[in-house]
C-alpha cells in the first residue's frame, strides 16, 4: 500500500447537497495502475483533488504510507510525493512561457539550480518521454498534442514523485497518439518506480494499463477488482452497463426516478424493493467485490 | 440517381499556401451513413465546411460539389441559404455551445422553425415530431429547459432534433458523440443508425473514432494530411485495407481491442 483513502467524503452544499464524494475507501499499492473509472460527475475527478489537497474533505483521511495527508501540517508531503497529468495538455502549461521555464518552475527553481545545469538536466529528461531536446526553447502552442502531453509528464516527473495521477491523459490525443502515450507512461513506471492512479472513462484503454480497477458512480465505488476479473465477469449492473456500451451495444437506458438507497437505483433494470436501503457488501473473492443486493 | 452527393477534384488552399484539402473525389449515396475517418488536423472539418460552403473567405477553393446535381461552389449566398441548415443539415461536437444560454429550449426551437419552415402553422406540431424522431420521453420538461439545466447526452439529443425538423435529405455530423460518455454516446450511436433506417436519412458522419465508425458506417473515407487515402465498405477497411496509413490506423485500433 503507498496509498489509501478511509471513508473519504467530500459534499458540495448549493442548492442542494452534492455528495460528489460519499465515502471512498481507495487503495492504491505500490508500483501498480490502479484505475478509477467512471463517467462525467461520478467524482473521480474530485476524489484527484482531494488526494493532492486542493480540497479538504468534509469526512474520512487520507494516507501516503503512514502518514495523514489530510492534516494540513503534511502538505510537504502531498507536494514532494504526488504529481498529477491533467487531459488537456495545452491547459496545464503556461502559453507565454518556453518549455523550458515551465520544467524551471517546476524543478530548478526549488533547488536553486544555475540555468546551464537546469538545461541539460531538462534535456535529460526530455529524451527519457521521447522528445527531441530541441523543444526546450519552444511555446506550447507550437508543439503538437503528444508533445505538449509528454512535456507535461516530464513536469510531473522531475520532482521524482512516487505517486503520479492520470486524469484522463490521453483522452484529447488521436488513438496513435493516445498508444504511444500509454507506451511511455508503462515504461516510466519500471524506470522511475512510479504507482500510478489512471482516472479514465475508457474501459477498454484501462485495459491497456491498470492491474486494479475501481469502478465509481454517484460519489461511491461500486465495484472493484483485478482488471481481468471485471473484464470476464462483472457483477454490479452499473459496471456491466458500462462494459456493453463499450462496445456499442448498449441501445437505450431507462430512467426509473426513484431516489434513496443504492447510487444506481435510478437506472438499474433489475432493482427492487430492498435497493431502497443501502446495498451490501459482496466479496468475489479477496481482491474482487461490489455493492448490490443481487 | 444513386448519389446525393459528388465531390469532384476539391481542393482547399489557405493563404498562407497550406493546402487543407487536396485532390479529393468521392460521391454519397443516397441512404448511406459514410465514414469520414482522419486524425487531429488531417482536414476533416474543412472538408464538412467546403459543402456547404462555409470555408473562411480567404480560403481558395477549386473543384467543384454536386448536391442532388446542383453545383455547390457556383450557387449565390441567398440561394446557398436555402440549402443550408434545411436540406443539408449539422451536428456538430459541443452540445453546449451551439445553443443560446438565455432562451429555454422551447423558445430556440421555435425561433430556429420560423427561419426555416414556409408554413408557420406547423411549427409546434414539427418541433414535437422531431423531437419524438430523436427518441426524447420527457419532452414537456425538455422544452421548458435551459441548456445549463439538461444533460451533455440530452442537448445532444435536442441538437440531433433541430438537425431532423427540416427534413433534411443530408446531414452532417461533426464529431457528435466525442464529448459524451461511454453510455450516452452508445445510445447517440444507436439513434444515429435508426434514423438512417426508419427515415432514410443520408449521414456523413465525421469522426477520430474508428471503432465507432466500424460500428456505425456503410462505408469509410480515410483522410490523411488533406488528401483521401482511400474509401470502401468497412468490412473491406478493416479486413483488407489497401493504402498503408489505412492499415497504420487499423492497426492502432485493433491494438486497443
Redesign the interface.
Known amino acids: 500500500m503507498i496509498l489509501k483513502t478511509e471513508n473519504l467524503k467530500k459534499y458540495f452544499f448549493k442548492k442542494e447537497t452534492i455528495k460528489a464524494v460519499d465515502g471512498v475507501n481507495l487503495l492504491i499499492k505500490k508500483n501498480r495502475v490502479t484505475a478509477l473509472v467512471g463517467?462525467?460527475g461520478c467524482g473521480k475527478t474530485t476524489l484527484a483533488k482531494l488526494i493532492l489537497g486542493f480540497y479538504k474533505p468534509c469526512e474520512g483521511r487520507i494516507f501516503f504510507k503512514n502518514i495523514e495527508i489530510t492534516n494540513p501540517k503534511n502538505e510537504k508531503v502531498i507536494r514532494d510525493n504526488i504529481q498529477i497529468v491533467f487531459q488537456n495538455p495545452y491547459n496545464s502549461l503556461d502559453p507565454y512561457k518556453t518549455i523550458f521555464f515551465s520544467l524551471w518552475e517546476a524543478r530548478a527553481k526549488v533547488e536553486k539550480l544555475k540555468k546551464r545545469e537546469a538545461e541539460d538536466f531538462f534535456k535529460e529528461y526530455l529524451k527519457k518521454v521521447g522528445i527531441e531536446e530541441n523543444i526546450l526553447f519552444r511555446f506550447p502552442h507550437q508543439l503538437s498534442?503528444g508533445q505538449v502531453q509528454r512535456v507535461s509528464i516530464a513536469r510531473a516527473i522531475i520532482r521524482n514523485p512516487q505517486i503520479l495521477i492520470l486524469d484522463e491523459p490521453t483522452s484529447f490525443l488521436?488513438?496513435?497518439?493516445a498508444?504511444k502515450i500509454l507506451d511511455l507512461l508503462k515504461e516510466l513506471k519500471e524506470n522511475f518506480s512510479l504507482s500510478y492512479l489512471f482516472i479514465s472513462?475508457?474501459?477498454?484503454?484501462v485495459k491497456?494499463i491498470a492491474d486494479y480497477v475501481f469502478i465509481m458512480f454517484g460519489g461511491k465505488i461500486i465495484e472493484a477488482g483485478p482488471i481481468h476479473q471485471i473484464f470476464n465477469k462483472a457483477f454490479h449492473p452499473y459496471t456491466k452497463?458500462?462494459l456493453?456500451?463499450?462496445d456499442?451495444?448498449?441501445?437505450?437506458?431507462t430512467s426509473f426516478k426513484r431516489e434513496g438507497g443504492c447510487v444506481f437505483r435510478k437506472y438499474c433494470p433489475y432493482q427492487e424493493e430492498k435497493c431502497k436501503y443501502p446495498p451490501p457488501l459482496k466479496k468475489v473473492d479477496d481482491k474482487h467485490f461490489y455493492y448490490c443486493i443481487r | 440517381m444513386r448519389e446525393i452527393l459528388r465531390i469532384e477534384n476539391l481542393e482547399v488552399e489557405y493563404e498562407n499556401k497550406v493546402k487543407a484539402l487536396e485532390n479529393i473525389s468521392f460521391d454519397v449515396y443516397k441512404g448511406e451513413i459514410l465514414g469520414v475517418v482522419g486524425e487531429s488536423g488531417s482536414g476533416k472539418t474543412t472538408l464538412a465546411l467546403s459543402i456547404v460552403n462555409l470555408l473562411p473567405e480567404v480560403a481558395i477553393k477549386k473543384g467543384n460539389i454536386f448536391f442532388e446535381n446542383i453545383n455547390i461552389f457556383s450557387l449565390k449566398e441567398n440561394e446557398l441559404n436555402k440549402l443550408r441548415g434545411k436540406k443539408i443539415n449539422f451536428i456538430f461536437q459541443s452540445p453546449y455551445d451551439s445553443f443560446d444560454p438565455l432562451q429555454t429550449m422551447a423558445n430556440q426551437f421555435r425561433e430556429y422553425l420560423k427561419e426555416k419552415l414556409e408554413d408557420k402553422s406547423i411549427i409546434e406540431k414539427v418541433i414535437y415530431d422531431s423531437l419524438k424522431k430523436a427518441r426524447i420521453d420527457n419532452i414537456e420538461e425538455i422544452l421548458g429547459s435551459y441548456p445549463h439545466q439538461l444533460s451533455g447526452g440530452q442537448l445532444q439529443r435536442v441538437s440531433i432534433a433541430f438537425a431532423i425538423s427540416t427534413s433534411p435529405s443530408l446531414l452532417i455530423a461533426d464529431e457528435p458523440t466525442s464529448n459524451l460518455d461511454v453510455t450516452v454516446e452508445s445510445q447517440i450511436a444507436h439513434l444515429f443508425l435508426k434514423l438512417k433506417k426508419f427515415f432514410g436519412l443520408t449521414i456523413i458522419f465525421i469522426t477520430h473514432n474508428l471503432e465507432l465508425a466500424k460500428f456505425l458506417c456503410d462505408r469509410i473515407a480515410v483522410i490523411y494530411q488533406g488528401r483521401l487515402v482511400e474509401i470502401a465498405q468497412v468490412e473491406e477497411i478493416f479486413n483488407n485495407p489497401k493504402n498503408s496509413y489505412t492499415e497504420f490506423l487499423v492497426d492502432s485500433f485493433k491494438r486497443v481491442e
Request: hydrophobic share 40%; proline share 0%.
Open positions: 463517467e462525467s498534442g488521436d488513438i496513435t497518439t498508444l472513462h475508457n474501459l477498454k484503454l491497456k452497463l458500462l456493453e456500451a463499450a456499442y451495444k448498449l441501445e437505450e437506458i
